[in-house]
């Protein structure tokens, strides 16, 4: 499965940007897609998962009401859509996503197979 994320760039405080990642559809039912970030000497912080069963989405709480998980119809495509962003929201954002068959779409990075390259994303004031 490649994973492959375009969208990131620059945006001003309480500015918006949308990411997205193109991927392989598998033909897989019942699987788990993420997006994670990461900055500098932190580890890899999970913020939005959507289980393909039902559409299950699950949001950590820095980003709950300001971004919004979701795929294209075809399973081809994820997105993120970053409203109301913030200075602390600059970092290196990755999709990913797990084999299947999943129930549940945890924010461990252990649990996801596939990452793409990841996009860099920038606020500023």
């Known amino acids: 499965v490649d994973l492959v994320e375009s969208g990131g760039g620059s945006a001003q405080n309480e500015g918006s940007l949308r990411l997205s990642c193109a991927r392989t559809?598998?033909?897989?039912?019942?699987?788990?897609v993420a997006w994670f970030r990461q900055t500098p000497g932190k580890e890899r912080e999970g913020l939005a998962s959507?289980?393909?069963?039902?559409?299950?989405?699950i949001y950590a709480d820095s980003v709950k009401g300001r971004f919004t998980i979701s795929q294209n119809s075809a399973k081809n495509r994820l997105y993120l859509q970053m409203n109301n962003l913030k200075l602390e929201d600059t970092a290196i954002y990755y999709c990913?996503?797990?084999?299947?068959?999943?129930?549940?779409?945890?924010?461990?990075?252990?649990?996801?197979?596939?990452w793409g390259q990841g996009t860099q994303v920038t606020v500023s004031s």
């Open positions: 559809s598998y033909g897989i039912e019942d699987y788990c």
């Open positions: 990913a996503a797990d084999h299947g068959p999943s129930a549940y779409c945890p924010f461990q990075p252990w649990h996801y197979d596939f």
């Open positions: 959507l289980w393909s069963g039902d559409g299950t989405t």
